[in-house]
């Protein structure tokens, strides 16, 4: 069956860095899409950065563009987020998801990932 296991969260200092990573098994990984989402308790799950099937192309929320760094090792079965310059309000759970549209741009909204991890839990102290 399709696994998908995250790892690299904790607890950072503001300003400081992570490094996620998700293992993926069970599916064909370089045709799906690669989305990294976050849920902070009382809030929606939002996408926080996205990396298409083949590499080429990535998308960020507004609220981490140039602190966040989205990666894929197809040859690995691997997705990773670089997260620097942490805020407190970074503070969630981060989920990788796989998603299987083969769209040029990959898809930011939930209903378009088939695949979910158990999420790796950030805590970004002040």
């Known amino acids: 069956q399709v696994q998908l296991v995250e790892s690299g969260g904790g607890l950072v200092q503001t300003g400081g860095s992570l490094r996620l990573s998700c293992a993926a098994s069970?599916?064909?990984?370089?045709?799906?899409?690669m989305g990294w989402f976050r849920q902070a308790p009382g809030k929606d799950r939002e996408c926080v950065a996205a990396?298409?099937?083949?590499?080429?192309?990535?998308v960020y929320a507004d609220s981490v563009k140039g602190r966040f760094a989205v990666s894929r090792d197809n040859a690995k079965t691997m997705v990773y987020l670089q997260m620097n310059s942490l805020k407190p309000e970074d503070t969630a759970v981060y989920l990788c998801?796989?998603?299987?549209?083969?769209?040029?741009?990959?898809?930011?909204?939930?209903?378009?990932?088939?695949?979910w991890g158990q999420g790796t839990q950030v805590t970004v102290s002040s």
């Open positions: 998801a796989a998603g299987g549209k083969l769209a040029a741009v990959p898809a930011t909204t939930t209903e378009n990932y088939d695949f």
């Open positions: 069970g599916l064909t990984f370089s045709v799906y899409d």
């Open positions: 990396v298409s099937w083949r590499g080429g192309s990535t």
